[in-house]
């Protein structure tokens, strides 16, 4: 098993920045990638971001990239969203994944672990 928690979420006028943390632990030698999904009011969970954690290759949402940036320590087993330019639309519950499988995929479904999400709320 592997448990994931996020950190650094909060409130941000638009323009702003914020960092976002995701630790995780247990058989984290067991990950194949980690990543960051979003889920705002009313609408499905969608994708912003992944990374593989042994070869670093990332990859982003066409709506963040540019803007966010995904590096990972796997000496600590965390994985960091650098969010820049913020602007309201990203407002969301931001939860952190991981997948053990071989593969990047955008689908939630195909991520194994799940941390409790935090809040980014960006105002206008």
């Known amino acids: 098993q592997v448990q994931l928690v996020e950190s650094g979420g909060g409130l941000v006028q638009a323009g702003g920045s914020l960092r976002l943390s995701c630790a995780a632990s247990g058989r984290t030698f067991s990950l194949y990638a980690m990543g960051w999904f979003r889920q705002a009011p009313g609408k499905e969970r969608e994708f912003v971001s992944v990374?593989?954690?042994?070869?670093?290759?990332?990859y982003y949402a066409a709506s963040v990239k540019g803007r966010f940036t995904i590096s990972r320590d796997n000496a600590k087993n965390t994985v960091y969203l650098q969010m820049n330019s913020l602007v309201p639309e990203d407002t969301a519950l931001y939860y952190c994944a991981a997948r053990v499988s071989v593969g990047v995929t955008t689908t939630p479904s195909d991520y194994a672990y799940w941390g409790q999400g935090t809040q980014v709320t960006v105002s206008s």
């Open positions: 990374i593989r954690r042994s070869a670093g290759n990332t």
